[in-house]
């Protein structure tokens, strides 16, 4: 079973990477670039087909290992 | 306008770090995860209202900077 994780950063912290993103798309001349917010996401190829217990585990992992959580929101679409 | 960048690794091309993150997410007691391939996301706000002058710029964006396009796909998503 394939699922999608992406973690993004929580509304008010300072993202300097995406700030790094928007100075040089702009000395590149891509015009329009407003803000530029940079965030992570992970395929994951789950065993089993049970997309409940599958879910449940990919919380884990997200509390555990893949997002700060903090700073950063995850979201898990199956 | 907001939209959406989703750069993931081309099939075929290892992920060290995506293997790293197994590792950890198994010895972190997380069952059932059989592959995670890690990639980037950005989140962008884009000036002015037009939908396709937005992906054209949106598409430029990746090619020149935020996609390395011989290792890399890059989906735009408005």
Redesign the interface.
């Known amino acids: 079973m394939k699922a999608r994780v992406?973690v993004?950063l929580k509304n008010g912290v300072l993202d300097p990477q995406?700030k790094a993103?928007e100075g040089?798309?702009n000395s590149?001349?891509?015009?329009?670039?407003?803000?530029?917010?940079?965030?992570?996401?992970?395929?994951?190829?789950?065993?089993?087909a049970d997309p409940a217990?599958?879910k449940a585990?990919l919380t884990?992992?997200c509390e555990?290992?893949?997002a700060n959580t903090v700073i950063e929101n995850y979201q898990i679409d199956l």
Chains 1, 2 share one sequence.
């Open positions: 992406v993004t995406g993103i040089a798309l590149l001349g891509v015009e329009g670039v407003a803000s530029v917010r940079q965030g992570k996401v992970f395929d994951v190829e789950m065993a089993g217990a599958a585990q884990a992992a555990k290992l893949l």
